[in-house]
């Protein structure tokens, strides 16, 4: 199938998990807009993904959004209760830095 064939508003999620049944998940529901919000930005310490972070947390800054920085203890795991619990009563969304 050729690029411009596909519907840019569909979206194919792969789950790197081993479920033999694909598990129907919908995406959280997004703000309208920032504004008054809190963004959370959690780095799990993949390589210059702190680089990111720290460039979006500057340019929301910017904006006179209030940001708060988070880190998980290892990429390799998910983050520990506490740091969601933290994440989830602090921030009303989260940017989380993906990069390598």
Known sequence: MSPSAV?????????????RTAIARSL???PASLDG???GLLDIIKPRGDVFLDRLETLLNQRGLQTLRF???????VAPVDL?????????????ALAD
């Open 37 to 39: 919000k809190v963004v």
């Open 7 to 19: 519907d840019s508003d569909v979206r194919i999620y792969l789950d790197p998990t081993n479920e």
């Open 71 to 77: 880190r998980k203890p290892t990429f390799t795991k």
């Open 84 to 96: 969601r619990h933290e994440i989830a009563t602090k921030c009303d969304v989260i940017v989380e």
């Open 28 to 30: 959280a529901e997004r």
